[in-house]
């Protein structure tokens, strides 16, 4: 076996790919937990060899306490399928709050639940001071009575990450949705774009839709003739819910953008992912159509991983996954000082332009 060179930018999500194991595994073998077989435990330990990655143990002392919950935070992902901890901005964001809580003198704790169905052993045998929570981004919550498993979360302290349904109460860090929105449509404003439109193959998705109000409402501003291409809302929505986006659903807005008539077709489509920017730049190809030259695309996430290999560069919006993890363990170390704080607070990390080549200049 090759042991790779050290890696800081290998993150506990891509051990848990290589691996071929939920990410709450691979914590559990980092934690020494009883449940986990020798063959498991020898496949993580060889990935985390094989990708050099290096674990961020506590920095600082612990502080002096009886109590086993001192020093330990949960990270929970609930209501998506496995695949959703290793997409790109998801890894990232873990990837600071790895980095944040090793700051600060914290161990990480992880589960993922896809069917939100059982407690995660950290909570049952109250092993943490608080969580940190990856939910859905489409639907409700379901009430309490329905779900046990809720009302756990909500007896910690804890703060929501990146996505807080309507109906969702606590402290939450994201991205400003709203900024993005502003930046997209007066990027394509600057590049000499006035029909436009957003192209959303997951209706319902809140970061999505937030973003499609914040575009429309700013390209309608900048008096820009602008419209939505998307498919139909699902009939129901059950947990686990999909991480990735159907590339079918991209083929489909495809080809109903190719049937307006040229003179009332949309020159640039602000699309809310890189992973559906990639299925467009595949649905336009199949179609002998060119990014960049025979339409504009933009897009957001910043997911370098997706971006590295799209020919023309994609001009996209960096969201900051990873400061938004670290903001997210400071939002929730505060609120564990906090616990009688009534008030919920919302922390919005600012996006930024990624210019590419994917935006023709008008």
């Known amino acids: 076996m090759t042991t790779r060179k050290k890696s800081s930018r290998a993150t506990i999500a891509d051990v848990a790919r290589k691996a071929e194991v939920a990410i709450g595994t691979v914590s559990r073998v980092f ?29 600082k002392r612990p502080r002096e306490s009886n109590d086993r919950r001192v020093g330990n935070i949960g990270l929970v992902f609930f209501g998506m399928e496995d695949t959703l901890v290793q997409l790109p901005i998801v890894s990232s964001a873990v990837h600071g709050i790895e980095r944040s809580l090793a700051s600060q003198g914290y161990n990480l704790m992880l589960a993922n639940i896809p069917n939100g169905d059982r407690t995660p052993h950290f909570i049952s045998d109250q092993h943490i001071e608080g969580l940190i929570l ?30 807080r349904l309507p109906n969702a109460v606590g402290d939450h860090c994201n991205y400003d949705t709203e900024e993005a929105g502003r930046l997209v449509a007066e990027h394509l404003n600057e590049k000499g774009h006035r029909r436009t439109a957003f192209l959303n193959p997951k209706p319902g998705q809140i970061q999505f839709e937030r973003m499609k109000a914040s575009f429309s409402q700013h390209s309608a501003r900048l008096g820009h003739e602008t419209s939505t291409l998307e498919v139909d809302p699902p009939s129901s929505i059950e947990w686990p819910l999909p991480s990735i986006t159907l590339q079918n659903n991209v083929d489909v807005l495809v080809e109903r953008w190719m049937q307006l008539p040229k003179a009332k077709r949309p020159t640039a489509l ?93």
């Open 270 to 362: 602000f699309v809310p992912s890189d992973r559906t920017a990639v299925q467009a730049y595949a649905a336009f190809a199949q179609r002998n159509l060119k990014v960049g030259e025979d339409v504009s695309i933009i897009s957001c996430n910043n997911e370098k991983p997706l971006l590295a290999n799209m020919n023309p560069t994609l001009t996209t919006i960096d969201v900051h996954a990873e400061v938004i993890g670290q903001r997210a363990v400071d939002q929730l170390i505060w609120r564990i000082s906090n616990p009688n704080q009534k008030c919920h607070f919302q922390n919005l990390v600012e996006p930024t332009l990624v210019p590419g080549n994917s935006v023709k200049q008008l």
């Open 134 to 163: 990856k939910g859905p981004n489409q639907g409700v919550l379901p009430s309490e009575a329905k779900r046990s498993l809720l009302s756990r979360f909500y007896s910690i302290p804890y703060v929501w990450l990146m996505g």
């Open 31 to 59: 934690n020494n937990h009883p449940d986990v077989n020798e063959d498991i435990r020898n496949r993580v330990n060889d990935a985390v060899n094989e990708l050099g990655y290096v674990r961020l143990r506590n920095r």
